[in-house]
């Protein structure tokens, strides 16, 4: 047995205005489950707690909740002392029981035919990995579009998925999931990350239901542009001013001895729209013995189109971008952008590894900058995050430069094809990432990912940097320092 501290937000809505957190102390056996430690709460200290569950097995999604902020099955997740158990973001029956009716409510239903046939092997195998939702709606709780828009939400897009896919189903899907905000998706990945059957709704359901969409002439007008411009540049930005590539040179040396030597893949928004950030990792790459081979010959790597389901030229930029890094010998590539690693990590099959430049610099080690007096916020880009499961390694070299006060990792609305698409969805989480800056008293935000440096930049009057200008910032100031010392 052990004894463990945990907190438990309250609320019984027709009596309390706001939640209360109550504290409880409960023996459990060890291995508990937060399950268990609500039923010795209820068993021995307050029967009034309110809380759900069925099977206890993981496998009916009843028992959701959250634990440190985190959504959960309780009857999964190991109890840990000094943790705080709340309901999903939903609205609130009592306690931690949510309502979870009008969103089930709004999945869709199979529409058999008269003379409906079973499916074959290869539709069940594709059907697949869509049919083990449990309906807990943790993917729902944590959607940032259902926030700020009518986006009917990720499982009700799987769902619709799912059904496109059944021979038995007569229901026109397609337009269904258009109807029902099929492309107000940003690509943040929250749903996946938090479904306990690891459901890559994003990848699995709306960008395969986009692409059907796009095979029927339902695609955004703004998405076909982007798509057209990609065929005629080979790039997702319209060039207005001297690229990346062209201020410099192929093979970069380092300053001094070569710890490693990477590809650089630029992608299109640090080489046409964000020079400078680029231009700044190079000399922090130089500075700490990175040597930089820049193929010229690379170019867009097709996450826009990939996500806005345009997939007929998908595959010659796949090949086009393989064989700039292959043919060159190059056996690590490094992307700044995260939507670009993400796609290269996920989208691809390389004979090459794929390495975010905050992975790189952290796996080789960086020096010492001199720190800043400056305290910043860092934004969690989704694709870095989510996509790429990098977290520590910016906050590693951040905390090196600066003093950093967290923030919730939450989208800034940027991805997915939502800021040309659906610019007024982009604005409203743009406007509420900017509120979330506001509230951490930072001077500063940093962020590493080129879209959401661009979009967090409207919607704060903070300056918003990129980790490798942080770094380079506080390297000046070494030199500074080290130069008034030998004056």
Same mark, same amino acid.
């Given at each position: 047995?052990?004894? $463990? ?14 939640? =209360? *957190? ?10 508990? @489950? ?133 021979? =038995? ?52 007008? +703004? ?5 057209? $411009? ?42 046409? =729209? ?12 130089? @500075? ?18 990939? +996500?806005?389901?345009?997939?007929? /030229? ?13 043919? +060159?010998?190059?056996?690590? *590539? ?43 916020? /860092? ?9 790429? #499961? ?12 600066? #003093? ?27 406007? +509420?990432?900017?509120?979330?800056? @506001? ?24 300056? *918003? ?9 506080? /390297? ?12």
């Amino acid at each position: 047995m052990k004894e $463990l501290h945990v907190k438990v937000q309250r609320c019984d809505p027709k009596k309390d205005k706001v939640p =209360r *957190v109550e504290s409880y102390t409960v023996s459990v056996n060890d291995g508990a @489950r937060v399950l268990h430690v609500l039923h010795a709460i209820h068993d021995t200290i307050d029967a009034t707690l309110g809380y759900r569950y069925c099977c206890g097995s993981g496998q009916c999604g009843s028992c959701a909740v959250r634990v440190n902020g985190e959504p959960v099955l309780a009857c999964m997740e190991e109890a840990q002392d000094g943790i705080t158990i709340a309901p999903l973001n939903l609205p609130v029956r009592q306690d931690l029981v949510v309502d979870l009716l009008p969103k089930i409510e709004q999945i869709a239903s199979l529409k058999p035919g008269a003379d409906c046939k079973l499916p074959t092997k290869e539709e069940i195998d594709a059907i697949k990995p869509l049919r083990d939702c449990i309906e807990c709606l943790a993917c729902v709780s944590v959607c940032p579009a259902m926030d700020v828009t009518k986006f009917l939400g990720p499982t009700a897009m799987r769902q619709e998925m799912r059904l496109a896919l059944d021979p =038995r189903d007569t229901g026109d899907r397609v337009p269904d999931a258009i109807r029902d905000g099929l492309f107000n998706c940003t690509s943040c990945q929250a749903c996946y990350k938090v479904c306990p059957k690891k459901i890559k709704i994003p990848g699995k359901a709306i960008e395969k239901l986009r692409a059907l969409a796009n095979q029927r002439g339902f695609t955004l007008p +703004r998405h076909r542009e982007v798509e057209a $411009l990609i065929k005629e540049t080979g790039r997702s930005v319209v060039r207005s001013v001297p690229s990346f590539m062209e201020q410099v040179g192929t093979t970069i040396e380092p300053y001094g001895p070569v710890k490693a030597t990477v590809g650089f893949f630029v992608g299109c928004m640090y080489n046409l =729209r964000q020079q400078q950030s680029a231009l700044d990792a190079i000399e922090v790459l130089r @500075r700490n013995g990175i040597r930089v081979i820049i193929p010229r010959d690379q170019i867009c790597c097709g996450s826009p189109l990939i +996500r806005t389901g345009q997939l007929d /030229y998908v595959d010659t930029l796949k090949k086009r971008n393989i064989d700039a890094f292959r043919t +060159r010998g190059i056996d690590t *590539v490094m992307t700044m952008c995260a939507g670009c690693g993400s796609t290269l990590k996920h989208d691809y099959v390389t004979p090459f590894e794929v390495l975010d430049i905050n992975q790189l610099l952290t796996k080789y080690g960086i020096e010492a900058p001199a720190r800043l007096p400056v305290k910043a916020t /860092y934004h969690d880009p989704c694709h870095l995050m989510r996509g790429q #499961d990098v977290k520590e390694e910016p906050r590693q070299l951040i905390r090196q430069v600066v #003093d950093l006060v967290e923030m919730p990792a939450i989208c800034c609305g940027s991805g997915g094809g939502v800021k040309a698409g659906v610019p007024e969805e982009a604005a409203a989480l743009g406007k +509420r990432r900017g509120e979330k800056i @506001r509230k951490t008293g930072a001077d500063i935000v940093i962020t590493s990912c080129p879209f959401c440096e661009f979009h967090i930049a409207s919607h704060t009057d903070k300056p *918003v940097k990129n980790i490798m200008t942080v770094l380079l910032e506080g /390297y000046r100031e070494k030199d500074r320092l080290a130069g008034k010392k030998n004056e």
